[in-house]
């Protein structure tokens, strides 16, 4: 079965994800994040780059409250093509499988598998392939930019969820998404709103991929 990927963003008006030094918590608000929850909840898996693991030490949880009593645990999976993911990270833990382009080595009870790669980062193709060995059938990326383009690039976003904040960051700040090479508009990946609404003083657009 095909693996469903969303890409989840938590941004400015104007696309960022931190500022210059990397201060981040928090861009949207309470709402927000407890609807970020929610999505977690509703996909197997949530995948972030190393960057989101040095610069943020998160948990990848589903916390929900009484809400999320009953609600089973995502694997946690980490791109680290040069494994620097720190032994006290809070991911390295079970339930985390860590993708690397390098000789693995222990990184606390985290899984951590070899994969393919190019220019020394795992392809997404053998990104896919571990997911899908391990029963996948829908991840949820969560950050940072490099992977989000790398995912984009390769046509393998299937729903954007994107909660925007009313505040502007500006030029200095972190975009959501990298570059993506594009030479032409033409070639920019097309997507169809399927919603828009309020979430506090936040926005949340969904989108699906036009293909």
């Not at 571990?130 to 729903?159: H, K, M, Y």
Request: proline share 6%.
């Amino acid at each position: 079965m095909p693996i469903k990927v969303t890409l989840k963003l938590a941004t400015s008006l104007d696309g960022r994800i931190a500022m210059p030094s990397g201060e981040s918590r928090w861009i949207t608000g309470e709402a927000a994040r407890a609807q970020g929850h929610r999505l977690r909840a509703a996909h197997e898996a949530i995948l972030v780059g190393v960057e989101t693991v040095l610069a943020d030490d998160p948990e990848l949880t589903v916390r929900l409250g009484e809400e999320g009593r009953d609600v089973a645990q995502p694997l946690r999976v980490v791109l680290d093509s040069r494994l620097r993911t720190p032994s006290s990270a809070k991911v390295a833990s079970g339930n985390t499988l860590i993708l690397t382009a390098t000789e693995p080595h222990p990184v606390g009870s985290a899984e951590v598998v070899r994969v393919a790669s190019a220019d020394g980062r795992p392809i997404i193709e053998a990104i896919i392939g571990a997911l899908s060995e391990r029963n996948i059938t829908s991840v949820l990326i969560e950050g940072g930019g490099q992977v989000a383009a790398a995912f984009i690039s390769a046509g393998c976003i299937d729903r954007l969820e994107w909660f925007r904040a009313p505040i502007l960051l500006g030029a200095e700040g972190r975009p959501c998404i990298a570059g993506l090479a594009l030479a032409k508009l033409g070639n920019a990946p097309k997507f169809r709103r399927l919603s828009a609404e309020p979430l506090g003083d936040d926005l949340w657009e969904r989108y699906e991929a036009v293909r």
